[in-house]
T-cell receptor, first 115, second 111 residues
Framework: GAVVSQHPSRVICKSGTSVKIECRSL??????MFWYRQFPKQSLMLMAT?????????EQGVEKDKFLINHASLTLSTLTVTSAHPEDSSFYIC???????????FGNGTRLTVT | GQQLNQSPQSMFIQEGEDVSMNCTSS?????WLWYKQDPGEGPVLLIA?????ELTSNGRLTAQFGITRKDSFLNISASIPSDVGIYFC???????????FGTGTRLTIIP
């Protein structure tokens, strides 16, 4: 079945540095991928929609210059958290859909801790 | 904004008991989905509902899409230890791939 893979699964970085998270669709092509963020004991909140070959669409309140999204191929989207701060510490999860009528498949998430 | 509320927020049950949780929306939507999330992992799709009144089963799980299109419930029969986790409802509209997730129901099984 369709699988979405995220890397790394955990990352610890110092405040002010940048971190890149990768999301890959392993056995299907995804023209659209979605990035979610989940704080402890809270629900998943959509951050942005990543579109292959074009600019990402960001949800209200999400800073596009801080959370850089690149969807350079049909199987890879990357989220870069720039100038990370402790309040950016969260669980970041990507998802992708194999086709228009297919359900969303989620990656296993990336736990980001900013010290 | 559009709210998607789940209840109960948490449940503590004994193994073998049946579980029921629901999800309500302030707006009408065309798709209801139920996901389960284990600690430190991404959510996994359990059941997808696309039609008002639709009742769908997946093993011991049963979910229904409310007639008003504003609510859905999920039932788990004869709970087992691996049912522990957080259950999220989610909804979207046709042509809109963005999902909005509910507040979640945390299920704990008491030994």
């Amino acid at each position: 079945g369709a699988v979405v893979s995220q890397h790394p699964s955990r990352v610890i970085c110092k405040s002010g540095t940048s971190v890149k998270i990768e999301c890959r669709s392993l056995d299907f092509q995804a023209t659209t991928m979605f990035w979610y963020r989940q704080f402890p004991k809270q629900s998943l909140m959509l951050m942005a929609t990543s579109n292959e070959g074009s600019k990402a669409t960001y949800e209200q309140g999400v800073e596009k210059d801080k959370f850089l999204i690149n969807h350079a191929s049909l199987t890879l989207s990357t989220l870069t958290v720039t100038s990370a701060h402790p309040e950016d510490s969260s669980f970041y999860i990507c998802s992708a859909r194999q086709g228009t009528n297919s359900p969303l498949h989620f990656g296993n998430g990336t736990r980001l801790t900013v010290t | 904004g559009q709210q998607l509320n789940q209840s109960p927020q948490s449940m503590f049950i004994q193994e073998g008991e049946d579980v029921s949780m629901n999800c309500t929306s302030s707006s009408i939507f065309n798709t209801w989905l139920w996901y389960k999330q284990d600690p430190g992992e991404g959510p996994v799709l359990l059941i997808a509902l696309y039609k008002a009144g639709e009742l769908t089963s997946n093993g011991r799980l049963t979910a229904q899409f409310g007639i008003t299109r504003k609510d859905s419930f999920l039932n788990i029969s004869a709970s087992i230890p691996s049912d522990v986790g957080i259950y999220f409802c989610a909804r979207s509209n046709f042509g809109n791939e963005k999902l909005t997730f509910g507040t979640g129901t945390r299920l704990t099984i008491i030994p």
